[in-house]
């Protein structure tokens, strides 16, 4: 299994931290209580596996297909729904969300290929990642994709109740190719991505979706701009 290199600093300091745990739980209960050492053995080891796994790096065939838009995210659709984009976009747009719970795969891939036309990091809150208000009001970020046909489609990375680190490697006037690698979210979070309003959308809510590897919204051709 390979580690994304965003958990290896995670990694290692949660692994010094059971160890330390360990050894002070066994020198107090190693005379009175070998079973509780053992539970407390088993525990410490789990917990530091399930940090271990969070931060895995799955290996996927990177598809390209310039009329669709591919899910960023594992993840389970939570929201499908015209809104009013007024951050840089300044127009409505076609929002699909999508909830990443502790045990999915944490990267973050780029739904279309272009340029990076705007990206900015807003410091905010930490709502749960599903209430309505945390694309607005929780630390996020945005990222917005001119693709060649000259449409453009946003996508935020959001924190949630648990997230508090948000990795993006996006630049502003680099060149991304789709379903490449475009950050990690520690720990459970959320995705929006906004599409032209005539897109239409391949997923409905509930649905589970693999990041890099879902299609979730068919864009219709226009004439670059």
Known sequence: MKINKEGYKIILVSGLICLA???????????SSTLLVVAATLFLICFWIFVIAFFREPRRVRIHDADL??????????????VMEDEHLKQEMLQISIFMSVTNVH???????????????????????????????????????????GQRVLFRQIAGLVARRIVSYMKVDSTVEQNSVAGFIKFGSRVDVLVPKDSTVLVNIGDAVVGSQTPIARLHKNIAE
């Open 21 to 31: 745990i360990w050894f002070l739980f066994y020198w107090l209960m190693s005379q």
């Open 107 to 149: 990267m973050n891939w780029v739904p279309v290929a272009g340029l990076v036309e705007y990206f900015k990091y807003h410091p905010g809150r930490f709502l749960v990642a599903w209430h309505p208000k945390s694309s607005t009001e929780n630390e996020r970020t945005t990222t917005v994709i001119r693709m060649a046909s």
């Open 69 to 82: 838009v591919f899910s960023p995210c594992d993840g389970r659709v939570v929201v499908t729904e015209v």
